[in-house]
């Protein structure tokens, strides 16, 4: 007698599941070098910017790419601030919609803050850095640094 379980519309979802699983995998994949830092047993502590400092300082080559990274930030709030508050506010001028205003709040911040970081990356050159190797190698030199306190 067959095996019901394995019906041949099961074995065509199970290779089309796990074809769809590993598209989105692929693309991202960058997530891969941060999992050995958020699944831990335990969390790493906590940094303060003079920590940041102290590696950029100690770091010749992902130093730098981390500081620009960490200013590319401030564009980022400055676009999201500006998106906010300038959508919102035509949204409640022709409307007078509190509900319309507050998702135009919420979406031109994301707009914002996608403007902001576009700018950032021509501003401040980011296509010439890793900044995620840079970020990678300040979570290895900060958990190494915990390890050798503990």
């Known amino acids: 007698m067959a095996d019901s379980s394995s019906s041949p519309s099961q074995s065509f979802v199970t290779k089309h599941w796990e074809g769809y699983k590993d598209f989105w995998c692929e693309r991202f994949s960058f997530l891969n070098n941060y999992s050995k830092f958020v699944k831990r047993d335990k969390p790493l502590p906590p940094w303060s910017n003079s920590d940041v400092e102290a590696f950029i300082a100690l770091d010749p080559v992902n130093g730098p790419a981390l500081k620009t990274a960490r200013e590319a930030v401030n564009f980022g709030l400055t676009g999201s601030v500006i998106g906010a508050v300038s959508t919102a506010g035509f949204a409640w001028k022709y409307s007078r919609s509190l509900h319309g205003a507050g998702l135009s709040f919420l979406a031109g911040g994301v707009f914002g803050w996608t403007f ?32 050798r306190r503990s």
């Open 116 to 147: 902001g970081q576009e700018v950032a990356n021509h501003w401040l050159q980011l296509y010439r850095f890793d900044a995620l190797a840079a970020q990678t190698k300040f979570l290895e030199w900060w958990q190494e640094k915990n390890e």
